[in-house]
């Protein structure tokens, strides 16, 4: 017995012993720890601070006028509440007279006194004022501004030559790079807060070039338009809005990529303006309905559902139901790719575009024209053209033909000229008439109503309700579970939607 705590300590010793071995073993094999952050960025912000400006701006709004800016959130925003609490009593008719004043931040790009901020920081100013680091004010004229991307560039002119910063590359950053953000939160001046890259590409449904750098550094109101610094001190994003119910940060703030700001700022420092490429196109997102009705292996690219009139596309190079996955070099994954790729592209130059027509891959080359000039006539309704009336005051509808058979929950009669007023469709227009859909069929999922008319069913042209019938069976036949339609509305403009074949 006297023998046991020996026993027992020889037991507790060797088991120790082991555990250490194991736990050099651990160390000798482990990577080392990386540093926690960068130790200081107080040189890094020292070289930069003087380059980063306070913005002010002054706007006079009547009686009852309704100008005063007010921040925007996508519609059926569950923050639409908090703004509409936060202007309540401020606009609208019987309001004050009043000027209105705000504050936000921009950087010094060029000596000569070329400042970058947000558009939303300066519209519809009366005065603006820059407030440099060493408490200069200057006045600043508006250069130009782009709403589709919040970017606005101001000239001031200094007595000497200003600090600037350089714009880098925003390509090359990764996730989880460090960044630094400097700007005048809460009008409070010059701060500095540090981050990282939370993530990149990010859609918040701002503007159609929606590709944002998303950052856990601090953004608060008031930073809108300062810049977001790499480790190099150079700058890779503009900041431009936050995720947040208050207006302080919880930790997500986005930033404009210098990838998609360089060419804005410099095109407004050079015209004043924006003068993008324009396809000439409408386009839609390629489903995975539509994939698999197309028989796709996945889907990816964007679907052509329309030509406008008078643009680029003059001999039917791309056409509607065509599907385009590369342009000009670039892959097209889905829409909003070719529509950056369009408008960072100059006005008249020839590029390739990779189309799939009927299965088939083609390319095709296009000239493009200014995407300004494209949205004059985008704007005018198909319907607008002439002889495209409906049915004049007063006069009876046409004798209704006999409608066929459902065919997807649609009933479908021949387009002739008494439809044609009967429904007001667009002299333009051709295919087969739905004159009637059943309620929860699967074209009524798709919101197919009596009026369009189907031009093409799986990418043949339709012109009889028998070619619809046949077509939908056809695709059964050969294994297809969805059916792609390409609809008209009553003035012609097309959309293509997939319809299950039950």
């Excluded at 009547?62 to 005063?68: L, M, P, Q, R, W």
């Excluded at 603006?128 to 250069?143: P, R, Y």
């Excluded at 997500?252 to 396809?279: D, H, M, Y």
Aim: charged residues 25%; without cysteine.
């Amino acid at each position: 017995m006297s023998k046991r705590p020996d026993f027992f300590r020889s037991v507790v010793l060797t088991a120790a012993a082991a555990l250490l071995l194991s736990n050099t073993a651990l160390a000798d094999t482990a990577k080392p720890w990386p540093p926690s952050g960068p130790p200081s960025v107080a040189d890094l912000a020292e070289g930069v601070l003087d380059a980063v400006v306070n913005i002010s701006i002054s706007q006079s709004v009547g009686e009852g006028v309704d100008n005063a800016p007010m921040p925007q959130v996508p519609e059926g925003s569950p923050h639409q509440e908090f703004f509409d609490e936060f202007f309540k009593g401020q606009r609208g008719p019987g309001a004050r007279p009043r000027t209105v004043n705000s504050l936000g931040s921009g950087f010094i790009i060029d000596p000569t006194g070329y400042i970058v901020t947000n558009n939303h920081v300066i519209q519809d100013a009366t005065e603006i004022e820059v407030n440099l680091s060493d408490g200069t004010t200057l006045k600043a004229k508006q250069v130009g501004t782009d709403a589709k991307t919040d970017l606005a560039l101001l000239k001031v002119e200094p007595t000497k030559p200003l600090k600037a910063v350089t714009l880098g590359d925003s390509r090359r950053i990764r996730i989880g790079d460090w960044v630094m953000v400097v700007g005048n939160p809460f009008g409070l001046g010059v701060s500095v807060s540090v981050g990282v890259v939370s993530a990149r590409g990010r859609n918040i449904n701002a503007g159609p070039y929606d590709n944002f750098i998303q950052t856990d550094a601090a953004i608060n109101r008031g930073n809108s338009g300062g810049p977001l610094f790499n480790m190099q001190g150079e700058v890779i994003g503009i900041n431009t809005a936050i995720l947040s119910q208050t207006g302080m940060s919880v930790g997500i703030g986005f930033a404009v990529p210098t990838e998609l700001a360089v060419n804005v700022v410099n095109q407004l420092k050079e015209f004043g303006e924006t003068r993008r490429g324009w396809l000439g196109v409408r386009i839609q997102p390629v489903s995975d309905d539509i994939a698999e009705s197309l028989k796709m292996e996945r889907p990816h690219g964007a679907l052509v559902s329309g030509i406008i009139d008078g643009g680029p596309i003059k001999s039917g190079e791309i056409k509607a139901g065509d599907i385009i996955t590369r342009f000009d070099g670039t892959d097209i994954v889905e829409i909003r790719d070719l529509m950056r790729a369009v408008g960072e592209s100059p006005v008249g130059k020839a590029v390739d575009v990779v189309i799939i027509r009927e299965g088939e891959e083609q390319t095709v080359r296009i000239t493009l024209g200014r995407l300004e000039d494209g949205e004059q006539l985008a704007n005018v309704s198909p319907g607008e053209r002439p002889n495209g009336e409906g049915a004049k005051p007063g006069e009876p509808p046409a004798a209704q033909l006999p409608a066929s058979d459902v065919v997807l929950g649609m009933k479908l009669a021949l387009l002739d000229e008494g439809q044609r007023r009967s429904f007001g469709i667009a002299e333009n227009v051709e295919g087969v008439l739905v004159t009637e859909v059943k309620p929860n069929s699967p074209a009524a999922e798709r919101l197919v109503e009596a009026g369009d008319v189907i031009v093409e069913l799986g990418q043949e042209a339709m012109s009889k309700p028998e070619d619809v019938a046949a077509r939908v069976e056809a695709l059964k036949s050969d294994g297809r579970r969805n059916a792609l339609l390409m609809i008209a509305n009553k003035s012609g403009e097309l959309r293509f939607v997939t319809v299950r074949m039950e």
